[in-house]
């Protein structure tokens, strides 16, 4: 009788401490994960507020810090799509707040580490309301080049059904500019140095884009 009473307290003891152990871990495994995700709400919320901060001084040097070596790199037009959110964004930033939730993605890639945070926000001036959306690389061990904001789009909230889609399909290097907005802006900049240097015409808008000292785009 007393064996079996001894062998009920020490698998009594057992369990209790197995279940402790299991607890224990779960907890720790829930704070790491709590740490993380506000973490990545700190980085995300911070690059927000200086691309803001860019965005209204009209300060070329910090936009183009934020944004990673290898962004600035593929997007051929980043000159022109920063003077034109310049123009774009209007008024003082009252608030700002999360419009969808953050998509955060990590990647191990034969010992390299990968991880970009895929932020939303909904953004109120004293103007008018903006829909924002950011891809920015955290980390990338193999090419720190990457490391940066890859993708910014600002549109204007009531344009959010046309022009703000899934995230894949908006994330292109550098800044979110529209197309017609493009040839706007072209044609507007190079007409006026074609009448002053009498340079020739071209077809294609990539052309004047290329070299807008020397060519007008015939839209």
């Not at 183009?64 to 774009?88: G, H, R, V, W």
């Amino acid at each position: 009788m007393k064996k079996i009473l001894l062998i009920l307290i020490i698998t009594l003891n057992v369990v209790l401490i197995t279940s402790c152990s299991i607890s224990s871990r779960s907890m720790v495994g829930s704070r790491v994960k709590e740490l993380n995700e506000s973490n990545d709400d700190e980085i995300a919320n911070s690059t927000l507020q200086k691309i803001l901060d860019a965005i209204v001084g009209e300060d070329e040097e910090s936009i183009k810090d934020i944004f990673s070596k290898q962004a600035l790199e593929e997007d051929e037009n980043f000159d022109t799509e920063m003077k034109y959110i310049f123009d774009f964004f209007s008024g003082e930033v009252i608030s700002y707040e999360n419009y969808a939730g953050r998509i955060v993605s990590k990647k191990i890639n034969y010992g390299a580490k990968i991880k970009d945070i895929k932020s939303f926000y909904e953004v109120e001036t004293d103007e008018e309301n903006y829909l924002v959306f950011i891809m920015e690389y955290t980390e990338d061990t193999d090419h720190p080049d990457n490391v940066g904001v890859y993708t910014l789009r600002i549109i204007k909230a009531e344009d959010k059904e046309t022009e703000f889609t899934y995230w894949q399909d908006m994330a292109i290097p550098g800044i979110y500019m529209p197309e017609e907005e493009t040839v706007a802006i072209l044609s507007g900049f190079s007409c006026e140095i074609n009448e002053e240097m009498n340079y020739g015409w071209v077809s294609n808008p990539t052309q004047c884009l290329a070299n807008q000292n020397h060519y007008y785009y015939k839209g």
